[in-house]
């Protein structure tokens, strides 16, 4: 079976402040993918990376990065000078490497960037 | 513009009553999945269909039913078994290969009272 955890329900900064989102999962596959999904208040689910399990290379975007690693079975996300429009609920998931695409999500961290 | 459409975005539903859901994309995608989502939770899947006629239960998909008889289309439809239907249903769909993301529609707040 296969689990997401995303510890943090919410977390409250400051504008400008650097924060970091947790997420570990457990998985038995050797081949799987990770996935970091942004919902504004709007609702719709904005995809923000796709990381393959074989690939543990950290990956900077703009002020977004993350922290791939297998050893701890954690794919953390970083907003580096966090602003208001970064407010907005998290998700991280999981996936087999299977047609299916099945995902399994996290219950997702809600973010709030206070001016 | 390519991307998922649902409507309505709000839908309210006396009990007893079924309702269909709607989700059309025109990314050209050959799988299409339903989720649910209720407050403070991930997303929870409900059916998801990989090809064109053929679909799979998720893993609560009690009170719901499917259809896929077009590539672009993937209606949901909440029956009066579904216990607790209210909910916000977000439908997605995907480009076959396991390493794909999903691209996700604007989602449909249901109220049941």
């Known amino acids: 079976a296969q689990k997401v955890t995303q510890a943090q329900t919410e977390i409250s900064v400051v504008e400008k402040e650097d924060v970091t989102l947790d997420c570990v999962y457990e998985?038995?596959?050797?081949?799987?993918?990770l996935f970091w999904y942004k919902q504004p208040p709007s609702g719709e689910l904005v995809f923000l990376i796709r990381?393959?399990?074989?690939?543990?290379q950290n990956e900077i975007s703009g002020r977004y990065s993350w922290n791939f690693q297998k050893s701890t079975s954690s794919f953390n996300f970083t907003i580096t000078a966090s602003q208001v429009v970064d407010s907005a609920v998290y998700f991280c998931a999981l996936r087999f490497d299977t047609n299916a695409g099945k995902s399994t999500f996290g219950d997702g961290t809600t973010l709030t960037v206070k001016p | 513009d390519g991307g998922i459409t649902q409507s309505p975005k709000y839908l309210f539903r006396k009990e007893g009553q079924n309702v269909t859901l709607s989700c059309e994309q025109n990314l050209n995608h050959d799988a299409m999945y339903w989720y649910r989502q209720d407050p403070g939770q991930g997303l929870r899947l409900i059916y998801y269909?990989?090809?064109?006629?053929?679909?799979q239960k998720g893993d609560i998909a009690e009170g719901y039913s499917v259809s896929r008889e077009k590539k672009e289309s993937f209606p949901l439809t909440v029956t009066s078994a579904q216990k607790n239907p209210t909910a916000f249903y977000l439908c997605?769909?995907?480009?076959?290969?396991?390493?794909?993301?999903?691209?996700f529609g604007p989602g449909t707040r249901l109220t049941v009272t």
């Open positions: 990381r393959n399990s074989f690939d543990e």
């Open positions: 998985t038995r596959d050797t081949t799987y993918y």
């Open positions: 997605a769909s995907r480009q076959g290969g396991g390493s794909y993301e999903q691209y």
């Open positions: 269909s990989q090809i064109v006629n053929d679909f």
